[in-house]
């Protein structure tokens, strides 16, 4: 059967997701079109790259997502450093890491930009704080004065997984027509995780339309759920206090309400406890997140009809 998926933006959860791929693929899933926010923007940026749920598995595995917290050794220093990195670069951690690794994964499929991908087939959500609004891309990139198709995936999904405050927010400069008459400080734009302005997008695809004469393509959205009440945060200063308040956030959209007509096309991916910025998770801890999205995704598709 063909679908299309919206996965749900969550950290380092978004190991899950992967899981629920692999469900898919086992109930004779194909997937079509594919949308993302934050983590989830990894996973469908894969599949639209044409990676299979056991390729998927394979980086999970091989994966040191601790790696990803990259910041100069200056800023390492004890209380100061992390604050003087946030005032001074607006994140505890750079983001390029991440940036640099997708990179390299993609690549390896001959997926480097947007133009390496069937136009429509991937879509990527990402907040502009200084405008105030949702970014879909690459669509919405011709806003910023940017070329979509010469636009860099990994830089898409660098955006899209910039945790305020966590990672440094993703700076572009605005070009073109979308900078005229606009100052030089003024022609530049911050963008931050697509989780702070909407962490599962399953309406993107409501409004598709597949070509005349054909058949609606479903669209199936992959959520993770799960409060981490036992492992609550411990705020000991105003650099705690605001990753708590991110998290805190995320978490509220993974426990919101989901209207009644979208809970049967929703698989609800059970995510034991485990933080949105827990970077230095265990390989036991990764394992369980990965079966636990599978065994959701069997139960699933063992009584969905499409």
Known sequence: MIVNAVFEGGGVKGISLAGAVKAAEQAGVVFNRVAGT???????????????????????????????????PIFNTK???????????????SGEALEVWIHHILAAKGVKTFADIPQGKLMIIASD?????????????????ANPSRFAVSKAIRMSTSIPYFFDPVMLRMTGEAARGKSFVDQFVYIVDGGLLSNFPLWLF?????????K??????????GRTTNKPHLIRGPLSMLQAMF????????????????????????????????????????????????QAGKKFFAGWKP
């Open 38 to 72: 934050s983590s989830g923007s990894i996973v469908a940026a894969l599949l639209a790259a044409g990676f299979s749920a056991d390729e998927m598995s394979e980086i999970v595995k091989t994966t040191p997502f601790e790696s990803f917290l990259h910041r100069a």
């Open 79 to 93: 209380v100061i450093g992390p604050a003087a990195r946030l005032f001074l670069k607006k994140g505890l951690y």
């Open 129 to 145: 704080i200084t405008n105030g609004r949702i970014l879909v891309l690459p669509e919405d990139l011709g806003k910023l004065g």
């Open 206 to 214: 409501d409004d598709a339309t597949e070509g005349a004469g054909q």
């Open 216 to 225: 609606p393509v479903p669209t199936i959205g992959f959520q993770m759920v």
């Open 247 to 294: 998290e805190t956030m995320l978490s509220a959209h993974d426990e919101r309400y989901i209207e009644q007509e979208n809970r049967f096309r929703t698989i609800k991916i059970p995510t034991l406890g485990v933080g949105t910025t827990q970077f230095h998770i265990t390989p036991e801890e990764s394992q369980q997140l990965y079966e636990s999205g599978m």
